[in-house]
């Protein structure tokens, strides 16, 4: 019998499912389970086409429309996903393997809440008038790019598909969207309820496909803009092939961010925040902070606490069980990712506080690691793992912390927790990272801009800020006055 995950076609273009039984297969297997609950294919070259010109000619009829009425339908789409959030984060669950108690507060949701945002935003979003010299006056209008290419990493299928789209329709553009290979269900409905909620044909395509298809959409005439959540490795060449043809990039990548705990920070919550930095979504969030560095005084009490509430807390189990809430790792390869780094730590002298251990059952499980007494040269402590490993670094004073904490190539996030208000906002000034927390971590919310800097990325989602990566500004310039020329 087939299985519910399974979709009916591979692609979505031009507002409907189309299949090519041609392109490479793409295994979908449930992380919970390791079995294959659905097969799709890749893109071929005829699908590739066939998606940007549906996008290609759809875009200057969606531009046209006016921003209240791109608005409208992003609204309608936020209502459609909000109603169906329950068979949305079950597929999310059997797309990701991520706890259904997760995924049920904040995919779904959070793709919601991108296509309300920016479907609100999209009525006002104008140009300005810019009075001159004389009477002479210019002003801006504000442009639609054309067609833009989202490109997304496994770990928010349903959300990265709205954090592109929502803002790039809002602003009169056009989408074809690649999920990750390893996750390529969610997107596919999110496509289906953008045509629902009154998008046009072709304003929202999604084609499936692994890194080869990617490079071919990045590269096409017809796109104007690209955007990629992803690694570093995979955000170089993206740009760079992008930078080759002058197309306008977000980069939202990878990153090794530093959450710092001062002594006086009030312990239950510095717990809290380093295992909302570390542990969610089974450790598969880009901005964790992996690198939590506690100062001297309070480091025994957090690692005995943090123990302590791991051991009680974590339950490992069926995903779709709404008691459980640690899932298994995406894939085979992101585990055996985590079982490498996890022997480093050991073999670099990292002492193991708790977890190491790998339950014995199908599908792709870890439990939860510690370690303590990492140093900054240790692998765990400079590479990106992607996996549930938190590293336990020590500090004495706030300079060195900082240096520290700074001394890495990445720049997506990071994080303090401390009682003292003026070192907070002092930290947080110094810290080399787009995406800053005090006293929390990991909120994202869609009012806020969200990106990183150095290697982690360039642009930002989310908020007004993002309008300005997906649109750009015509000047006209009106002379009032006889026009002077020298000669
Ligand atoms: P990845 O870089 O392997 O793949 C990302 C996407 O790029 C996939 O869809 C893949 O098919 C595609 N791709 C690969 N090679 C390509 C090429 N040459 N041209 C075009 N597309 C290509 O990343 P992943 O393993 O899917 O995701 C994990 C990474 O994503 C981690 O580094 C994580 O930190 C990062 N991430 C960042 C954010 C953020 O917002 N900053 C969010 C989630 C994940």
């Given at each position: ?59 200057k009829?969606?531009a046209a429309m006016s921003g209240t009425e791109r608005g ?48 609100g935003l999209a009525g006002s979003l104008t140009g300005e008038h810019i009075p001159l010299a004389g009477g002479d006056f210019a002003y801006t209008i504000r442009e639609a790019l054309g ?20 803002p790039?329709?809002a602003c009169g553009n ?50 104007a803009k ?20 002058m197309?306008h ?214 908020s007004k800020l993002a309008i300005n990566h997906y649109s750009e500004m015509k000047m006209v310039y009106v002379s009032m006055n006889d026009v002077e020329a020298p000669f």
């Amino acid at each position: 019998m087939t299985h519910p995950a399974q979709p009916k076609a591979s692609h979505y273009i031009n507002g409907e499912y189309v299949e090519d039984t041609s392109g490479a297969e793409i295994p979908v297997i449930y992380p919970a389970t390791g079995e294959v609950i659905a097969t799709l294919h890749a893109a071929t070259p005829a699908i590739v086409d066939q998606a940007l010109d549906a996008a290609k000619n759809a875009q200057k009829e969606w531009a046209a429309m006016s921003g209240t009425e791109r608005g409208r339908v992003l609204r309608r789409a936020a209502d459609i996903m909000r109603e169906r959030n329950h068979d949305l984060s079950v597929l999310e669950t059997y797309d990701t393997g991520k706890p259904y108690q997760e995924t049920s507060e904040v995919d779904a949701t959070s793709g919601a809440d991108a296509l309300e945002y920016f479907g609100g935003l999209a009525g006002s979003l104008t140009g300005e008038h810019i009075p001159l010299a004389g009477g002479d006056f210019a002003y801006t209008i504000r442009e639609a790019l054309g067609v833009c290419v989202g490109i997304g990493a496994w770990n928010y299928p349903t959300q990265i598909a709205c954090w592109k789209g929502a803002p790039a329709l809002a602003c009169g553009n056009t989408m074809v969207f690649k999920p990750s290979e390893s996750t390529p269900l969610c997107a596919l409905k999110v496509a289906e309820i953008m045509v629902e909620a009154g998008a046009p044909k072709g304003v929202y395509n999604v084609v499936q496909g692994y890194g080869e298809v990617g490079a071919k959409l990045v590269t096409d005439p017809r796109v104007a803009k690209v955007s990629l959540t992803g690694s570093v490795p995979t955000g170089k060449k993206v740009y760079a092939a992008a930078a080759a043809e002058m197309k306008h990039v977000t980069m939202e990548l990878g990153g090794k961010s530093p959450l710092i705990i001062f002594d006086d920070a009030d312990l239950e919550n510095a717990v809290s925040g380093a295992i909302l930095a570390n542990f969610y979504s089974t450790g598969q969030v880009c901005s964790n902070g992996t690198r939590v560095f506690v100062q001297k005084g309070i480091k025994e009490a957090f690692l005995a606490r943090l123990k302590e509430r791991l051991d009680a807390g974590i339950k490992m189990g069926d995903p779709m069980d709404p008691e459980v809430n640690f899932g298994p790792m995406v894939n085979e390869n992101q585990l055996n990712i985590v079982k490498k780094y996890v022997a480093l730590g050991q073999e670099e002298g990292a002492r193991l506080v708790t977890g190491g251990g790998y339950p014995e059952k199908d599908g792709f499980w870890v439990e939860p690691v510690v370690f303590a007494d990492v140093q900054d040269d240790m692998t765990i402590a400079r590479e990106e793992i992607f996996g549930p490993v938190m590293s336990v670094l020590d500090f004495d004073t706030e300079e060195e912390v900082l240096a520290r904490a700074n001394a890495t190539e990445f720049g997506l996030a990071a994080g303090v927790f401390t009682a003292d208000l003026t070192r907070g906002h002092r930290i947080a000034a110094g810290f080399e990272a787009g995406t800053c927390y005090i006293n929390t971590y990991n909120l994202a919310p869609v009012e806020a801009p969200f990106g990183g800097s150095k290697a982690s990325g360039v642009g930002r989602e989310n908020s007004k800020l993002a309008i300005n990566h997906y649109s750009e500004m015509k000047m006209v310039y009106v002379s009032m006055n006889d026009v002077e020329a020298p000669f």
